[in-house]
């Protein structure tokens, strides 16, 4: 690839995603980690808009610390107003690269001031994250992948490959942090990474990666336009805090579960799988007396089950 135009071209992405999702923000912040995505979006990022650079330090690996002081340092370098280290506790549920994802959101939202996050996820990232979620069978909706703009996260290298992030940090003169972790065969992404996609782009010919990604916005698509109508049928089929099934049998099964699904987040469920949703959906399609499904637990920790009565869909909470 032709390194002078690499910091173009990531320029050009930036500035052509802040005047379509951004054109009123008057600063932004930015997710560092050191990595070259990152850096490389923070060098473009401080040239455009008064940028506060937030780095996450997971405390995973032996010297988070100062990998995270160099890159703090790295943003002031590069022009970034601010540049805050933030530590964080990461649980265990969920896996440690879901715990840490948690962790890593749940800090930049708090420190980032109501400005938007600028995040460094490539066309790499999107094609990982699809084959992720038809490895595990989640359903369309995980395998739309990740929205370029899903405020305050902003995305705005999706349709950029890995590589050119990398050739903009060497044209720049700047040494990225190299993250062991993504290289670790202990995690399902780097497995992918590191295996699954090169053998695919082999088998196939190439051009694996974009097809991904293009099979992503498809899905995204109709996953938004089965959220629109969902969003104009629910206040017809809640009968107090429960559904009506009467109202949810009649409607298309993409919508009548993407309701189930609106109205089981509102109820406090978390990580919902499809299984779970096409569960709760067979208690109202072919409702032959059968128990409660359980649908997760809520932020205080109960767990929480789906059932019917009375022709009704309400949700019973248990203790754990």
């Known amino acids: 690839m032709d390194r002078p135009r690499a910091v173009a071209r990531l320029r050009a992405a930036l500035v052509a995603f802040a005047e379509q999702q951004l054109p009123e923000a008057g600063r932004w912040c930015v997710a560092l980690s050191g990595g070259p995505d990152s850096l490389a979006l923070t060098a473009v990022a401080a040239r455009e808009r008064p940028t506060t650079a937030l780095i996450v330090d997971h405390g995973l690996q032996p010297g988070s610390a100062q990998v995270a002081d160099l890159a703090r340092s790295q943003a002031l370098e590069l022009g970034c107003v601010a540049a805050q280290t933030i530590a964080v506790t990461v649980g265990a549920e969920g896996g440690p690269e879901a715990a840490a994802r948690t962790a890593r959101y749940a800090a930049l939202d708090e420190a980032r001031d109501r400005a938007p996050v600028l995040l460094g996820h490539t066309l790499d990232d999107q094609a990982e994250t699809v084959l992720l979620g038809l490895g595990r069978g989640s359903g369309p909706r995980s395998m739309a992948g990740m929205r370029p703009y899903d ?161 009704l869909l309400r949700l019973r909470r248990e203790p754990c």
């Open 151 to 311: 405020p305050p996260w902003c995305r705005p290298l999706l349709g950029l490959r890995r590589e050119l992030t990398r050739d903009a940090c060497a044209e720049l003169g700047l040494t990225p942090w190299l993250d062991p972790h993504n290289s670790d065969k202990r995690f399902t992404r780097a497995r992918l990474r590191s295996e699954v996609l090169p053998l695919l782009e082999e088998v196939l010919g190439g051009g694996v990666a974009e097809a991904l990604a293009r099979t992503a916005t498809a899905l995204r698509e109709n996953t938004e336009l089965v959220d629109a109508l969902a969003e104009q049928a629910l206040p017809g089929a809640t009968a107090g805090a429960g559904l009506d099934t009467a109202g949810l049998v009649a409607l298309p099964g993409p919508v009548r579960r993407a309701v189930i699904r609106r109205w089981l987040l509102a109820g406090g469920g978390r990580g919902l799988t499809d299984l779970q949703i096409r569960a709760v959906d067979r208690l109202v399609t072919h409702w032959r007396g059968q128990g409660g499904v359980a649908v997760g637990s809520d932020l205080r920790g109960e767990r929480l089950f789906a059932v019917r009565g009375d022709g």
